[in-house]
């Protein structure tokens, strides 16, 4: 049974900084495609970092130079550094997972396991 748990979420001013992390148990690869997504009320859920294939990495544009997504693998953990926040960047954030060495799309369709999520409130 895959499980994924987020923590790490809080309450910080703009321009400060955040790292998520999301435990993972049940793959027998860990080197799988994962990724990072949030949602904002009233809005999609939108992806924000992807990583695959071991540490192969892939980011939504605006959050490129800003976010940082990486795992140890010993730990089972996979993390997101975010920085320099932004009021805008305030969402629920969601880790998710496919049993697969590659993404092989970007959208919430495309992965099989979801977090239950954890909140970022960045305030300006």
């Known amino acids: 049974q895959v499980l994924l748990v987020e923590t790490g979420g809080g309450s910080v001013q703009a321009g400060g900084s955040l790292r998520l992390s999301c435990a993972v148990s049940?793959?027998?690869?860990?080197?799988?495609?994962m990724a990072w997504f949030r949602q904002a009320p009233g809005k999609e859920r939108e992806g924000v970092a992807y990583?695959?294939?071991?540490?192969?990495?892939a980011y939504a544009d605006s959050r490129k130079g800003r976010f940082n997504i990486f795992r140890d693998i010993a730990k089972n953990t996979l993390y997101l550094q975010m920085s320099s926040l932004r009021p805008e960047d305030t969402a629920m954030y969601y880790c998710?997972?496919?049993?697969?060495?590659?993404?092989?799309?970007?959208?919430?369709?495309?992965?099989?396991?979801w977090g239950q999520g954890t909140q970022v409130t960045v305030s300006s």
């Open positions: 998710a997972a496919r049993a697969d060495l590659y993404c092989r799309g970007w959208r919430p369709v495309d992965f099989d396991y």
């Open positions: 049940g793959f027998s690869d860990s080197s799988n495609c």
């Open positions: 990583i695959y294939s071991g540490s192969q990495t």
